[in-house]
């Protein structure tokens, strides 16, 4: 069964934004910190930010102005808001468990581009 899946992700334009969804088991929801991922092409998969069950958010330096993570308690549900999009930005992005436990799902794909 799967516990997380990413959607939410797409095409965009240099500047422009997208929110990402990670639909979490009610399980995992209420008991696991989740982290969000990404990876480039060519590159090893990257950290970027996390929530706890408390709300508590960390985000990675280089994104830190730019995305915020929240949470939403009735939907079992993480979000990633991506703002100011670059196409460095340009990655395959995926949930899970902080510190990871799940398989990793497909990821949903985000493309900076004009």
């Known amino acids: 069964q799967v516990q997380l899946v990413e959607s939410g992700g797409g095409l965009v334009q240099p500047g422009g934004s997208l929110r990402l969804s990670c639909a979490a088991s009610?399980?995992?929801?209420?008991?696991?910190?989740i982290s969000w991922y990404r990876q480039a092409p060519g590159r090893q998969r990257e950290w970027v930010a996390l929530?706890?069950?408390?709300?508590?958010?960390n985000v990675a330096s280089s994104v830190r102005v730019r995305f915020t993570i929240s949470r939403d308690e009735a939907k079992n549900t993480v979000y990633l808001q991506m703002n100011n999009l670059r196409p460095e930005d340009t990655a395959a992005y995926y949930c899970?468990?902080?510190?990871?436990?799940?398989?990793w799902g497909q990821g949903t794909q985000v493309t900076v581009s004009s």
């Open positions: 009610g399980s995992i929801f209420s008991r696991d910190t």
């Open positions: 899970n468990t902080e510190p990871t436990s799940q398989p």
């Open positions: 929530i706890g069950t408390s709300g508590l958010t």
